[in-house]
């Protein structure tokens, strides 16, 4: 027997044995009796996922054939591995808060020895997520975001002044990254107490990084689902999730912001100031953080702070220029809130009700994290049924298609503002409502978030009619490959100054 002749036996024999196991795998679900799609070699049911139609509308699909049957949750498979869609509110409800005990891992892949930024709050699990999210609670408490609010006004009136120049030259712009530009300036300065200057240089470095981060991934989406289900693997292979620059950048960032801070005691009482002294107390090891921690932590608070407040503030501008009567509402809100308070004030923000339901209304139809992901931790016996959800099982929670539910939203399609006001939200389940997750792993920094859309949204209404124009798109496109629910490419909209 030649070479070429045992190399083909052998490969012949791989993918032999790869197929029956992927065939093996995806009896899974048949063999319980668990309504499921059926899957197709190699991609089970998410062909096209991450490279042509975006991970959330590859899984709405799925949900909206089987919902309709009254199931509590559905079965798929991403690639050979089963995992569990949940259709059910009141099951959902259990995951999340009744039985969090069984449900609160993600099953991200991190690497806190040879990566160790990707060890951060979001993805870290078990004992470890549970002492940190407590110590970084007291960061986001209603009065520390008091506290912060006048730096993030002063970004929005250079966010305001920016705006007005580039409309000098050019009255159609693209958002996006503007507002990116402006949510990193927003993140610099509350977490690390930098100026970015990205409003003045869209290349300054925070913005470059921040930029490259979700623009050029060290892995795609589906390499992502890969690495999730071989975790341990990863870790013995060493294999990175963040790119070597992007560490090196904001670890040499925090280095320089701690040193600095410690050798001058500087004490500003922002994100940062909170991780130093939680580096610093006394007490047993157990109770500090590392530099690393506060690298990880700083930096996924950067990522999530700049991107999901961006990414929303955009789809709610497109939308208010689609929609110009509720537009020309929120601006009026927004004026007689000037007329009353004077100047924009932390009381004032929280007196524009109508501003609060227009962004909650955008971050109905486009959560930002569109599926939450869970982990079963021991086996489950799904309440009501003989069904039972196995120990290591995914769970997908499905929230962009819970709220786009004609059930739950009738007319879901439709931009409407009105469905949260006092008396809708009422009438509502909670759990139609998920954008920043629920229960006690829900998003930490979520009011931060609120805030910081708040107030640029009341800065460009106070100060510019948003419409569209001849670069503008409609519909908007789903970026498959991105990360969070983003618009492909850039969102052009026509901004006129408002005189005052």
């Not at 949750?73 to 005990?101: E, M, Q, S, T």
């Not at 990566?115 to 007291?138: C, Q, V």
């Not at 700083?298 to 503030?313: D, I, K, R």
């Not at 008396?423 to 009011?447: H, S, Y």
Request: overall charge positive; glycine content about 6%.
């Amino acid at each position: 027997m030649d070479f070429l002749s045992g190399l083909a036996i052998v490969l012949i024999s791989i993918v032999t044995i790869v197929y029956g196991y992927f065939k093996y795998s995806f009896g899974y679900w048949k063999s319980r009796n668990i309504p499921h799609e059926e899957p197709s070699f190699p991609y089970g049911n998410i062909k096209g996922f991450g490279t042509t139609i975006h991970s959330s509308l590859c899984i709405k699909r799925i949900y909206d054939k089987f919902k309709p049957t009254g199931a509590i949750f559905c079965g798929a498979y991403f690639f050979a591995r089963p995992v569990a869609i949940i259709l059910n509110l009141n099951f959902l409800k259990n995951i999340l808060v009744k039985d969090f005990a069984n449900f609160n891992e993600r099953g991200f892949f991190y690497n806190e020895e040879d990566d160790p930024i990707s060890a951060h709050l979001f993805a870290m699990d078990g004992d470890k997520w549970k002492e940190l999210r407590a110590k970084l609670t007291p960061t986001f408490t209603s009065g520390k975001m008091k506290f912060m609010f006048p730096t993030v006004v002063e970004v929005g009136k250079r966010f305001k002044d920016c705006l007005i120049d580039v409309v000098k030259e050019n009255d159609e712009l693209e958002i996006k990254e503007l507002l990116a530009r402006f949510t990193t300036d927003v993140i610099g300065t509350c977490a690390f107490g930098i100026e970015c200057n990205s409003l003045k240089d869209p290349n300054a470095e925070f913005r470059k990084y921040g930029r490259e981060v979700f623009g050029k991934p060290r892995h795609s989406p589906l390499a992502g689902v890969f690495l999730g289900g071989f975790k341990g693997t990863a870790r013995k292979l060493h294999i990175k999730n963040i790119r070597d620059d992007v560490s090196e950048f904001f670890m040499k960032v925090v280095r320089d912001t701690v040193d600095y801070r410690e050798k001058n005691n500087v004490n500003r009482n922002d994100f940062m100031d909170i991780l130093i002294k939680l580096k610093n107390q006394k007490g047993n090891d157990k109770d500090k953080i590392t530099l690393n921690e506060i690298a990880a932590q700083a930096f996924v608070f950067f990522l999530a702070g700049f991107e999901t407040s961006s990414t929303t503030l955009t789809f709610c501008l497109y939308e208010l220029a689609m929609n110009a009567e509720i537009q020309v509402k929120a601006r009026q809100v927004i004026q007689e809130a000037y007329e009353k308070h004077g100047k924009f004030i932390y009381e004032m923000m929280l007196d524009m009700p109508y501003v609060d339901q227009v962004l909650q209304e955008t971050l109905r139809k486009y959560p930002p994290l569109a599926n939450l992901n869970r982990y079963t931790k021991n086996t489950y016996k799904v309440p009501g049924t003989d069904d039972v959800i196995e120990k290591g099982t995914p769970i997908i929670i499905p929230a962009l298609s819970i709220q786009r539910d004609p059930e739950y939203y009738p007319d879901a399609e439709k931009f409407d503002p009105d469905r949260f006001n006092s008396e809708a939200v009422k009438q509502r389940d909670a759990m139609t409502w998920l954008p920043f997750g629920e229960g006690p792993r829900n998003c930490i920094g979520l009011r931060f978030g609120m805030m910081q859309a708040r107030i640029g949204l009341v800065t460009i209404l106070n100060n510019f009619e948003v419409s569209f124009g001849p670069k503008s798109t409609v519909p908007l496109v789903i970026d498959a490959k991105s990360a969070f629910l983003s618009p492909e490419g850039g969102v052009y909209l026509k901004f006129k100054p408002i005189q005052s």
